[in-house]
């Protein structure tokens, strides 16, 4: 007897949140099917234009957007920037550098900052105790 592998499917809203794209960008057929496995390893391994298309120019979800601003996504809220941008979008905000992003790059450069010297403390911490 050899025992029938299931198939591992998602819903698309988390194919989309793997693959970094906004969903209701996705063509129709991705939104409202499921997605196997195989078949978000495939989009992965050789995009289709549509996903080149989308990480290339856009609309782009909140964390891909936070990402290519250097903020975090409490930042982007806190900016006012709630719903998807294009890349064109985030490419004239960058240009603008209004006060907030200034603000949020800032306090994310801090957090990074925090978090490296956290680190190497429990590192150095961890020599001690052998």
């Known amino acids: 007897m050899t025992s029938q592998k299931s198939v591992q499917t998602m819903k698309p809203a988390t194919a989309a949140k793997k693959l970094g794209v906004y969903l209701p960008a996705t063509p129709a057929q991705f939104q409202e099917g499921v997605v196997s496995r195989t078949e978000l390893d495939a989009l992965q391994a050789d995009p289709p234009q549509w996903l080149r298309d989308l990480?290339?120019?856009?609309?782009?979800?909140?964390?891909?957007?936070?990402?290519?601003?250097?903020?975090?996504?409490?930042?982007?809220?806190?900016?006012?920037?709630?719903?998807?941008?294009?890349?064109?979008?985030?490419?004239?905000?960058?240009?603008?550098?209004?006060?907030?992003?200034?603000?949020?790059?800032?306090?994310?450069?801090?957090v990074r900052k925090e978090a490296v010297r956290l680190k190497e403390k429990r590192t150095a911490e961890d020599h001690q105790a052998r």
Do not use: C, N, Y
């Open 55 to 110: 990480r290339r120019d856009g609309p782009h979800p909140r964390p891909v957007v936070a990402a290519k601003l250097g903020v975090s996504i409490a930042g982007l809220a806190r900016g006012g920037v709630t719903e998807a941008l294009t890349t064109e979008q985030v490419e004239a905000l960058k240009q603008e550098s209004p006060q907030w992003l200034e603000k949020e790059r800032a306090t994310q450069a801090e």
